[in-house]
Nanobody
Framework: QVQLVESGGGLVQTGGSLRLSCAVS????????MGWFRQAPGKEREFVGG????????NYAYSVKGRFSISRDNDKNMVYLQMNSLKPEDTAVYYC?????????????????WGQGTQVTVSS
């Protein structure tokens, strides 16, 4: 079993930055790719990006590419989502998720474990 706990959400102005953290406990997460998803009010949850279990590969949704970056520290069991140049349309609940595969895909069904989410609100 793997437990995920997100933190770092909050209220930020347009153009600002936030860094979300995801603490992983339970089984070693070295064999898991880690993804970030988000769900805005009234919308379906969508893939934001992912990082391979070695940390060597990342992939991002087109809407956040160049603004967001994902990193991980396997020694500390932490995953991070650095969000820059935030826009009001980035407002959502952000979730980290773990998939027992090398490379993160964009489908929710690939992910066995999910955090509870953290709210990010970007004001205009």
């Amino acid at each position: 079993q793997v437990q995920l706990v997100e933190s770092g959400g909050g209220l930020v102005q347009t153009g600002g930055s936030l860094r979300l953290s995801c603490a992983v406990s339970g089984r070693s997460f070295r064999g898991y790719c880690m993804g970030w998803f988000r769900q805005a009010p009234g919308k379906e949850r969508e893939f934001v990006g992912g990082i391979s279990w070695t940390g060597a590969s990342t992939n991002y949704a087109y809407s956040v590419k160049g603004r967001f970056s994902i990193s991980r520290d396997n020694d500390k069991n932490m995953v991070y989502l650095q969000m820059n140049s935030l826009k009001p349309e980035d407002t959502a609940v952000y979730y980290c998720a773990a998939a027992a595969q090398f490379f993160c895909g964009s489908y929710e069904r690939e992910y066995a474990y999910w955090g509870q989410g953290t709210q990010v609100t970007v004001s205009s």
